[in-house]
C-alpha cells in the first residue's frame, strides 16, 4: 500500500505529518482510556470512535498494530463513588468493575474493535514503583515524607507537547498548598497513605482486596494519575511507540507529564505522534452536569441506534469540537437509514483489500481517508456516487464503509419511545423553565425531546 502514505496532525509538530513508523511494518499505540467511576459519556464515544476507524485503517495498510489502552481503576473519584453508592471506599474494585463493564457494553455497541491489552492500573503497581525508583536515581524526582515528586526543572523540554513555556506557567501557577515541593509544576508520582495498621493486619486486608495503598520504598500509597500511562506503555510496548492519542484535554498537564517522566526515564523519545480528538459541546459549551447538558451514551442510545451515534461522529473532524445536537442527529439518522438501503442488496464479504485500492471508487475514498482521517470526506463521496453505484462499486463502498469505518449497515428497526429518568428529567427542567419563563431554554428542550420521539402538547401556563 505504498502508493497511499498516510497524513495525520501531529499535536508535538503542530502540523500535519506523513506517518512514518518507527519500524517498518509495525506500530505501537496507545491511547488514554477511562477512569471507571461513571457511565461513559458522548465525548468518550468520539474519541474511542476516532481511534478505531485509526486501528482499522493502520490494520487495512498492512502493519502488525500492537493497540494499548489503559483503565484508571484506583482514583480518588473512584474512592468517593464507593464510599457513595456501596459505603465503603474499600469497594473501590467492585465500582471499577461495574463502570468498566458497561464501557465495554458501549465500545461493542458502537463496533469498535478490543485493543490487544487493556491493562488496569492496580496490576502493573510494581512495574509503576520500579518507574518511579529510576526517576528518582537520575535526579529527576525526589521523595519527601513518603510522596514522590517529579522535579520539573530537571527536564528541558517541558512544554513542548503544549506549547507552553516553563518560566510563564510559574508565573501563572495557583499558590501552592504543599510547600515541600521545590517548584509550584512539580507533580506527584508516589502519594503517600497514612497507615495505622500492623503489618499483619495490612496482609489482612491486602489478602481480602480490600487495600486502598501499596506498600513502597517510599512507604504505603499509591500512584499518582500521570505516571500510570508512562508505566504501562514502557511495560506492554517498550521504551518507544509510534502514535499516543486521546481527548484534547489530556495535552496538558497529563500528556505533557508522561513526556517528562517517559523520556526522563529512558533518555529516548518517547511517542513520534499525538493525536488528540477535539471536545463534545453542547450548546457550545463544554458538558458539564452543573450545566445540565451531561450525556451518557446510554441517555443516547435510548433514543438512536448506536451506528447512528458512530455515523455522526464521522460526519465531523475529529480535530474540531464537535457541538452536539439531537436535531442533527435526528437528520444524520435519516441519512444512515438511506445509506443503509442503498447498500442493502451488495453483498461485501469477499471484497478484499486490493479490491479497494485498485478500484477507481475505493481510490477517491481512501484518499480522503488517508488525509488525517477525513471521514466526512469519505462520506460525502459515498452519497455523491450513491445513485450511480453498480454491482463491483457498490461492494467496494460497502466493504470500505464496514471494514474501515466500521458501520455495520444494517437497518434500524423503529423503536417505541420509553419514557426513561433522562426524559423524566428533561420534562421536569422544561416546566421550570417555563415558570420562569424562559422561553428559549424551553424551546431547546422541547426540540431535544422532539428528537428523542417525544412530542410535547403545552397547556397554558395559570
Given at each position: 500500500?505504498?502508493?497511499?502514505?498516510?497524513?495525520?496532525?501531529?499535536?508535538?509538530?503542530?502540523?500535519?505529518?506523513?506517518?512514518?513508523?518507527?519500524?517498518?511494518?509495525?506500530?505501537?499505540?496507545?491511547?488514554?482510556?477511562?477512569?471507571?467511576?461513571?457511565?461513559?459519556?458522548?465525548?468518550?464515544?468520539?474519541?474511542?470512535?476516532?481511534?478505531d476507524?485509526?486501528?482499522?485503517?493502520?490494520k487495512?495498510?498492512?502493519?502488525?498494530?500492537?493497540?494499548?489502552?489503559?483503565?484508571?481503576?484506583?482514583?480518588?473519584?473512584?474512592?468517593?463513588?464507593a464510599?457513595?453508592?456501596?459505603?465503603?471506599?474499600?469497594?473501590?474494585?467492585?465500582?471499577?468493575?461495574?463502570?468498566?463493564?458497561?464501557?465495554?457494553?458501549?465500545?461493542?455497541?458502537?463496533?469498535?474493535?478490543?485493543?490487544?491489552?487493556?491493562?488496569?492500573?492496580?496490576?502493573?503497581?510494581?512495574?509503576?514503583?520500579?518507574?518511579?525508583?529510576?526517576?528518582?536515581?537520575s535526579?529527576?524526582?525526589?521523595?519527601?515524607?513518603?510522596?514522590?515528586?517529579?522535579?520539573?526543572?530537571?527536564?528541558?523540554?517541558?512544554?513542548?507537547?503544549?506549547?507552553?513555556?516553563?518560566?510563564?506557567?510559574?508565573?501563572?501557577?495557583?499558590?501552592?498548598?504543599?510547600?515541600?515541593?521545590?517548584?509550584?509544576?512539580?507533580?506527584?508520582?508516589?502519594?503517600?497513605?497514612?497507615?495505622?495498621?500492623?503489618?499483619?493486619?495490612?496482609?489482612?486486608?491486602?489478602?481480602?482486596?480490600?487495600?486502598?495503598?501499596?506498600?513502597?520504598?517510599?512507604?504505603?500509597?499509591?500512584?499518582?494519575?500521570?505516571?500510570?500511562?508512562?508505566?504501562?506503555?514502557?511495560?506492554?510496548?517498550?521504551?518507544?511507540?509510534?502514535?499516543?492519542?486521546?481527548?484534547?484535554?489530556?495535552?496538558?498537564?497529563?500528556?505533557?507529564?508522561?513526556?517528562?517522566?517517559?523520556?526522563?526515564?529512558?533518555?529516548?523519545?518517547?511517542s513520534?505522534?499525538?493525536?488528540?480528538?477535539?471536545?463534545?459541546?453542547?450548546?457550545?459549551?463544554?458538558?458539564?452536569?452543573?450545566?445540565?447538558?451531561?450525556f451518557?451514551?446510554?441517555?443516547?442510545?435510548?433514543?438512536?441506534?448506536?451506528?447512528?451515534?458512530?455515523?455522526?461522529?464521522?460526519?465531523?473532524?475529529?480535530?474540531?469540537?464537535?457541538?452536539?445536537?439531537?436535531?442533527?442527529?435526528?437528520?444524520?439518522?435519516?441519512?444512515?437509514?438511506?445509506?443503509?438501503?442503498?447498500?442493502?442488496?451488495?453483498?461485501?464479504?469477499?471484497?478484499?483489500?486490493?479490491?479497494?485500492?485498485e478500484s477507481?471508487?475505493?481510490?477517491?475514498?481512501?484518499?480522503f481517508?488517508?488525509?488525517?482521517?477525513?471521514?466526512?470526506g469519505?462520506?460525502?463521496?459515498?452519497?455523491?456516487?450513491?445513485?450511480?453505484?453498480?454491482?463491483?462499486?457498490?461492494?467496494?463502498?460497502?466493504?470500505?464503509?464496514?471494514?474501515?469505518?466500521?458501520?455495520?449497515?444494517?437497518?434500524?428497526?423503529?423503536?417505541?419511545?420509553?419514557?426513561?429518568?433522562?426524559?423524566?428529567?428533561?420534562?421536569?427542567?422544561?416546566?421550570?423553565?417555563?415558570?420562569?419563563?424562559?422561553?428559549?431554554?424551553?424551546?431547546?428542550?422541547?426540540?431535544?425531546?422532539?428528537?428523542?420521539?417525544?412530542?410535547?402538547?403545552?397547556?397554558?401556563?395559570?
Open positions: 500500500m505504498a502508493n497511499f502514505p498516510l497524513v495525520i496532525t501531529n499535536t508535538l509538530s503542530g502540523k500535519k505529518e506523513e506517518f512514518l513508523s518507527r519500524k517498518p511494518g509495525e506500530i505501537k499505540l496507545y491511547v488514554c482510556g477511562i477512569t471507571p467511576y461513571d457511565y461513559p459519556h458522548i465525548g468518550h464515544g468520539r474519541v474511542y470512535v476516532i481511534f476507524v485509526l486501528f482499522r485503517l493502520l487495512f495498510l498492512g502493519f502488525n498494530v500492537k493497540y494499548v489502552r489503559n483503565f484508571t481503576d484506583i482514583d480518588d473519584k473512584l474512592l468517593k463513588r464510599q457513595d453508592e456501596l459505603s465503603s471506599e474499600f469497594k473501590y474494585k467492585e465500582i471499577a468493575d461495574k463502570y468498566i463493564k458497561a464501557f465495554a457494553e458501549n465500545m461493542a455497541q458502537l463496533n469498535c474493535l478490543s485493543p490487544d491489552y487493556e491493562p488496569r492500573v492496580t496490576e502493573v503497581i510494581p512495574e509503576i514503583i520500579l518507574f518511579i525508583d529510576g526517576l528518582i536515581k535526579g529527576h524526582a525526589y521523595a519527601i515524607d513518603g510522596d514522590v515528586y517529579f522535579d520539573v526543572s530537571s527536564f528541558s523540554e517541558y512544554g513542548k507537547l503544549s506549547k507552553r513555556d516553563l518560566e510563564d506557567l510559574k508565573c501563572g501557577a495557583r499558590v501552592e498548598v504543599d510547600k515541600r515541593k521545590r517548584c509550584p509544576l512539580d507533580f506527584a508520582l508516589w502519594k503517600s497513605t497514612p497507615v495505622t495498621l500492623s503489618d499483619s493486619e495490612v496482609v489482612e486486608e491486602e489478602s481480602k482486596g480490600k487495600n486502598t495503598f501499596w506498600e513502597s520504598p517510599w512507604g504505603f500509597g499509591r500512584p499518582g494519575w500521570h505516571i500510570e500511562c508512562s508505566a504501562m506503555a514502557k511495560t506492554f510496548l517498550g521504551d518507544q511507540i509510534d502514535i499516543h492519542g486521546g481527548g484534547m484535554d489530556l495535552i496538558f498537564p497529563h500528556h505533557e507529564n508522561e513526556i517528562a517522566q517517559s523520556e526522563g526515564f529512558t533518555n529516548k523519545e518517547f513520534k505522534y499525538w493525536m488528540h480528538i477535539a471536545f463534545v459541546r453542547v450548546d457550545k459549551e463544554k458538558m458539564s452536569k452543573s450545566l445540565g447538558n451531561f451518557t451514551l446510554n441517555d443516547v442510545f435510548q433514543s438512536f441506534d448506536p451506528m447512528v451515534v458512530r455515523f455522526y461522529y464521522l460526519n465531523h473532524s475529529y480535530t474540531s469540537p464537535l457541538d452536539f445536537s439531537f436535531e442533527e442527529l435526528c437528520k444524520i439518522s435519516k441519512s444512515y437509514q438511506k445509506l443503509c438501503k442503498a447498500l442493502e442488496k451488495y453483498d461485501s464479504s469477499k471484497v478484499l483489500r486490493n479490491d479497494i485500492a477507481e471508487i475505493g481510490q477517491k475514498m481512501l484518499t481517508l488517508l488525509d488525517d482521517l477525513n471521514t466526512a469519505l462520506l460525502g463521496v459515498v452519497f455523491e456516487n450513491l445513485k450511480d453505484l453498480d454491482e463491483k462499486s457498490g461492494k467496494i463502498v460497502k466493504a470500505i464503509l464496514q471494514q474501515l469505518l466500521g458501520l455495520t449497515l444494517e437497518p434500524i428497526a423503529e423503536e417505541k419511545t420509553e419514557i426513561t429518568p433522562k426524559i423524566e428529567k428533561l420534562l421536569s427542567e422544561r416546566e421550570q423553565a417555563r415558570a420562569n419563563k424562559d422561553w428559549k431554554r424551553a424551546d431547546e428542550i422541547r426540540d431535544q425531546l422532539k428528537c428523542m420521539g417525544v412530542e410535547i402538547q403545552d397547556k397554558k401556563l395559570s
